[in-house]
Structures are given as structure tokens and as C-alpha cells.
């Protein structure tokens, strides 16, 4: 069997591909990274896209026209071919929410072409029936695999804290990755500001577009508590925050999946994260005593409750995380292409 991925390998923003295929490479299947160019002459069993939106977060329009026309002769073509075309989907609608009339055309041509869909979760995939209810391709589930071993992880407590300049007896709380508006970064800036006691606030990454930065810089601002550093965190400094603190905070507008989430459980970190999309079914699977849920916008008092709950709340050591292993992911994404082909 050969499988054109797109993306194969996207590490320095996000291994979940690199990781999805190793294991699926170890079932003895050819991968290869899928190009748009020359594509018209590529050949395949299964083309298996990810994130096939990104195009259409670009602002100029004659850009997003241009490669919205390349990747439908792309995928035409290797319909033509005989390939089965299978979408995970990591989301349901773009982060950007441009070019609203192309995104409505594009989402009734692409889904129109599947063959296959895999869904993260069983949420995801209710929710991406509704979304896409003329969709007619067999749906399959297979969670998000963690990251454990994926990044540097040899950092002690101490070290972690010294590094980023933090007191080793203070409360420490994280959000780290790239900065987006549906990430609502100002909102728990405040929300941090209105929560007393002896508490650290960390924020780290690149913020995108401009105006949302000077929007999270004067957020965060006025605040001794809160650390912020701007800037893409390198890979090999990601334990540093992580072992460095004891919550995690993710408080998404809108979310489907979030591999934010799981790459802080993958460093044993409790995370608090709204309970929409995938969250409740993550709490469900993980444990109560790892993953805490809110309802409606970041508060303090959301803050203050998931501060109470991660100090009191006995946990082991290490996450459980094993049924989100790569290896067990792999085979039934493996199993999900036979059956395609199959029929």
C-alpha cells in the first residue's frame, strides 16, 4: 500500500503527522510527503490530508483563488487515479474565517470528494456530521496521539524554574504555543489579574497577526505576576515551561481538537480548558483528576476554582496516556485504509 500524506512532516510547528505516519511506516506502509506540484502525475492507494484549509487563512485573495484551483486539479487527478481520499479533521472551519464564500465552496467540493474521514474524537465526529451533513464517506474515530518522548523532557523542577526566572515555592500557571485570537490570550491576562494570591502567570509564544499582539502585550502588562515572552518557544525549551508549572491553561472561543491540551498532559502537567468539542470526552478518557472543564468565558474565578483543584486533587505522577499511543493510533488508521480499499 502507498499513502501520500500531506503534511508527512511538519515538526517545527507540529509532530502529530510525524508521529501518526512512524507508526503507520511500521506496518510495513509506503508513506511519501505529498506535493502540489506535479501532483497531476502522482500516484497512490490513499491520499490522507490534514489541515487541507490552511490555504484559505491567507489574506490576499488572489493568493487563497490560486491555490484553491491547485488543489482541486490535485485531488481530481488523483481521484482520476484511482486513489481512495481520506480528511482528518482537526477542525471545522478555518482560525482565520476569511474568504467566507470560498470556504463554503470549497467545504461542499472537498467533502463531496472523500472517500474516507477520520474524527478525533466522538465528538468531533458528531459534530462534523452536523457541520457537513451532505458528507456520505464511512467516518472513522481515532483520538489525537499524545506527545510524550516527542520533545526534550530531562529538565528538573528546579532547573525548569530557574531558567525562566520563577520562585521555586510560587503557583505556577501556563499557556505556551502559537498565540491566536480563538486562543483568547487577553481574556486570561485579566482574568489572571483579578485572581489574588501568590501566583505566576506564563505566557510564551508568537502572536499572529500584529494587531493581536499589541492587543496581548497591553493585556498582560501592569502585572508583575505575569511573565511573557513573545517569541516562538524552540522545541528543545518546551520542557522548560512545562516542568516549570503546575496548570495548564487553554481557553479556547472555539475548539475541535487541541493538541495544546494534550502536549502539556504528555509532560504530566493538569490543564483546564473549556468544556466544548473534544474537552469532555478528553476529561472522559484521561481522568477527572487531569483535565478540569469550564463553561462559558475565562474568569478569575475559574482561575481561582482550577488553582484549588490542582493543588488538592492527588494525582500519580505520570498522565495515563496509553490509549493514546501511536502505535495503537497507527494500526487503526491502518485498519481505516484497508477497509477503503477493500470496498
Known amino acids: 500500500m502507498k499513502v501520500l500524506a500531506f503534511p508527512k512532516d511538519v515538526k517545527e510547528s507540529n509532530p502529530y503527522t510525524a508521529l501518526l505516519y512512524a507508526g503507520v511506516e511500521k506496518l510495513g506502509v509506503e508513506v511519501a510527503e505529498f506535493e502540489l506540484d506535479g501532483c497531476a502525475e502522482a500516484a497512490a ?3 490522507h490530508v490534514h489541515w487541507p484549509e490552511s490555504f484559505l487563512n491567507r489574506r490576499n485573495p488572489v ?10 486539479k490535485c485531488l481530481r487527478a488523483l481521484a482520476a487515479g484511482g486513489a481512495k481520499i481520506v480528511w482528518t479533521a482537526h477542525n471545522l472551519h478555518t482560525h482565520e474565517r476569511r474568504h467566507e464564500l470560498l470556504q463554503r465552496k470549497f467545504w461542499k467540493e472537498f467533502t463531496a470528494m472523500l472517500s474516507g474521514c ?12 452536523a457541520r457537513f451533513s451532505d458528507m456520505v464517506c464511512p467516518i472513522e474515530t481515532v483520538p489525537h496521539g499524545h506527545y510524550r518522548e516527542a520533545y526534550p523532557n530531562t529538565a528538573s523542577r528546579a532547573d525548569a524554574r530557574e531558567a525562566l526566572g520563577l520562585g521555586q515555592d510560587e503557583f ?9 485570537g ?6 486570561l491576562a485579566r482574568a489572571f489579574k483579578e485572581t489574588p494570591g501568590d501566583l505566576r502567570l506564563v505566557v510564551a509564544g508568537e502572536p499572529y497577526p500584529d494587531a493581536l499582539r499589541k492587543e496581548v502585550e497591553s493585556a498582560v502588562s ?5 511573565l511573557s515572552k513573545f517569541q516562538r518557544v524552540p522545541d528543545e525549551e518546551l520542557q522548560n515551561y512545562f516542568r516549570a508549572t503546575d496548570l495548564a491553561v487553554f481557553p479556547y472561543k472555539n475548539i475541535l481538537n487541541s493538541g495544546s491540551a494534550l502536549m502539556a ?7 483546564l480548558v473549556p468544556g466544548i468539542g473534544s474537552m469532555p470526552e478528553l476529561k472522559q478518557t484521561i481522568g477527572e483528576d487531569w483535565v478540569m472543564t469550564y463553561q462559558g468565558e475565562i474568569s478569575s474565578a475559574h482561575l481561582q476554582a482550577a488553582v484549588r483543584w490542582a493543588k488538592s ?5 505520570t498522565a495515563p496516556l496509553d490509549a493514546l499511543d501511536w502505535d495503537v493510533l497507527a494500526k487503526k488508521t491502518v485498519d481505516f485504509y484497508d477497509s477503503l480499499l477493500q470496498a
Open 45 to 47: 492507494d490513499v491520499f
Open 63 to 72: 493568493v487563497v483563488l490560486r491555490s484553491y484551483d491547485r488543489w482541486m
Open 118 to 129: 477520520i474524527c478525533l474524537s466522538h465528538e468531533a465526529r458528531r459534530l462534523v456530521e
Open 172 to 180: 505556577v500557571i501556563v499557556h505556551v504555543g502559537f498565540i491566536r
Open 182 to 187: 480563538y486562543k483568547s490570550v487577553p481574556e
Open 222 to 226: 501592569g502585572d508583575p505576576r505575569i
Open 265 to 271: 498532559l504528555s509532560f504530566d502537567v493538569p490543564v
Open 313 to 317: 486533587t492527588p494525582r500519580p505522577q
